[in-house]
């Protein structure tokens, strides 16, 4: 079955400067060699061949855009539960080769949203409301320990601080755009867990967050604007029960934003 279509943001298009172009025509790009290398034009003394430094940090770049966007086309749906995917195709897409492709979708097989599908690509993972249940039960136990300490600890003045944030996923979900909600509500959350100042904690904790947006298998349309709304709501509840200290209301916010129960 062909691809679905991914929806690219202008600047992760064509971001190959050498594709489409002669076998040559790399050394009319400024700093690029024909085969891609730097070429240190501003030394006075050329470094030999071997030596020259190669655009790790622009294949790097590459890879990392192109894992993004993958991941918004996951959040979004169009890149559908059980469907396969090849490299080479979405690499049409987005206008490179397939090597930061097959990468990306490396990335996402370790994070457990695809797994490899020997000679045809990768098929992205179907999950279902066990899955998400089990992905809640693991979030609260790993922040609702934290925020309770959070809330003892922490001056009210420092959560007031985060209210914006929390009004930015009021907004997104007020488009009722699943990917922009998405964004902004991890951006909440990870504000949040870093005053714990735990980098590790912070990271764990967004991973599962993350998978957490993913859909379900058989969920052909994303989550509804009124449900992004009641999910955006709870975070301006819960910034007021952790600046007034109320573990009660901080325990009860958290199990039931996570489980997405209200």
């Not at 870093?194 to 298998?217: F, K, Y």
Request: net charge neutral.
């Amino acid at each position: 079955m062909p691809p679905a279509a991914v929806r690219v943001p202008p600047q992760f298009r064509a971001v190959d400067v050498n594709r489409g172009r002669r076998p040559d025509a790399a050394a009319d790009v400024p700093g690029i060699g024909a085969r891609g290398e730097h070429t240190h034009s501003e030394l006075p003394i050329p470094l030999p061949r071997t030596e020259r430094a190669r655009p790790v940090v622009q294949r790097s770049s590459v890879r990392g855009q192109i894992l993004d966007a993958l991941r918004t086309a996951l959040v979004g749906g169009e890149l559908a539960p059980g469907e396969v995917y090849s490299a080479p195709a979405l690499g049409d897409r987005f206008g490179v080769s397939a090597t930061p492709v097959r990468e990306a979708m490396q990335q996402l097989a370790l994070e457990g949203a695809v797994e490899v599908v020997p000679n045809r690509g990768f098929r992205v993972v179907e999950r279902g409301a066990r899955e998400l249940a089990e992905l809640a039960e693991v979030r609260a136990l790993i922040e609702l320990p934290v925020l309770l300490r959070l809330a003892h600890t922490v001056p009210a003045e420092r959560w007031t601080e985060l209210r914006p944030l929390a009004e930015a996923t009021a907004r997104a979900a007020s488009t009722g755009c699943r990917v922009t909600y998405a964004e902004t509500d991890r951006a909440f959350h990870r504000a949040v867990l870093s005053l714990a100042g735990n980098s590790q904690l912070v990271q764990i904790a967004e991973d599962l967050h993350r998978r957490a947006q993913w859909p379900l298998v058989n969920t052909k349309t994303a989550t509804g604007r009124a449900a992004l709304m009641s999910d955006a709501a709870d975070h301006l509840t819960l910034l007021d029960a952790l600046a007034a200290g109320d573990v009660t209301g901080v325990q009860s916010l958290v199990r039931n934003h996570v489980t997405g129960t209200h």
